[in-house]
T-cell receptor
Framework: AQKVTQAQTEISVVEKEDVTLDCVYE???????LFWYKQPPSGELVFLIR??????QNEISGRYSWNFQKSTSSFNFTITASQVVDSAVYFC?????????????FGTGTQLKVEL | EAGVAQSPRYKIIEKRQSVAFWCNPI?????LYWYQQILGQGPKLLIQ????????DSQLPKDRFSAERLKGVDSTLKIQPAKLEDSAVYLC??????????????FGPGTRLTVL
């Protein structure tokens, strides 16, 4: 069975600090997809990134970057120069390329608080 | 492009009562999902529709939960009778297709259910 672990329940940083959110996953599939979603206080989940299991290149998008390492089954997310608007709960999720469906398995989330 | 719409946004009921939630996906999206998010946890898939057929309902408590998507567009999720442990946010999501598994899911704002 697939599983996603986000060991950090809550992280507090001061604005402009860099912060890394950890994600470790388990799957028996060789083809799978990893996602990060942001959930601000309004409650709506916002898609941030998708990565497939065959692409281990790191990705950078503005202040956001992602490090995917199959050897350690990790897909970590770094925010550079954090801002108060980054305060939210961040979820890592896994989807297996099974015969049917697109089921997302989510981690328990990391609450990020960015303070002035 | 309009996003995923859900109503109501909030609902408070007493245990053993019935409740229904409504979801309107993004226009043209064939796949619709209902997730349950209990406080402090990640969303958990309850049911997935492809057009008006069920793809996955393995985690739906079928003794009390039901869902339908009659014309392949809108969907309703019903709980009858509600229990205290059903208190959660119910999220609806849609994607253009359920296959392949990397397709991004777009989430609605959710319905927060409180069962007293």
């Amino acid at each position: 069975a697939q599983k996603v672990t986000q060991a950090q329940t809550e992280i507090s940083v001061v604005e402009k600090e860099d912060v890394t959110l950890d994600c470790v996953y388990e799957t028996r599939d060789t083809t799978y997809y990893l996602f990060w979603y942001k959930q601000p206080p309004s409650g709506e989940l916002v898609f941030l990134i998708r990565r497939n299991s065959f692409d281990e290149q790191n990705e950078i998008s503005g202040r956001y970057s992602w490090n995917f390492q199959k050897s350690t089954s990790s897909f970590n997310f770094t925010i550079t120069a954090s801002q108060v608007v980054d305060s939210a709960v961040y979820f890592c999720a896994l989807s297996e390329a099974r015969g049917g469906g697109n089921k997302l398995t989510f981690g328990t989330g990391t609450q990020l608080k960015v303070e002035l | 492009e309009a996003g995923v719409a859900q109503s109501p946004r909030y609902k408070i009921i007493e245990k053993r009562q019935s409740v229904a939630f409504w979801c309107n996906p993004i226009s043209g999206h064939a796949t619709l999902y209902w997730y349950q998010q209990i406080l402090g946890q990640g969303p958990k898939l309850l049911i997935q529709f492809q057009n008006n057929g069920v793809v996955d309902d393995s985690q739906l408590p079928k003794d009390r939960f039901s869902a339908e998507r009659l014309k392949g567009v809108d969907s309703t999720l019903k709980i009858q009778p509600a229990k205290l442990e059903d208190s959660a946010v119910y999220l609806c999501a849609s994607s253009s297709e359920g296959f392949p598994s990397y397709n991004e899911q777009f989430f609605g704002p959710g319905t927060r259910l409180t069962v007293l």
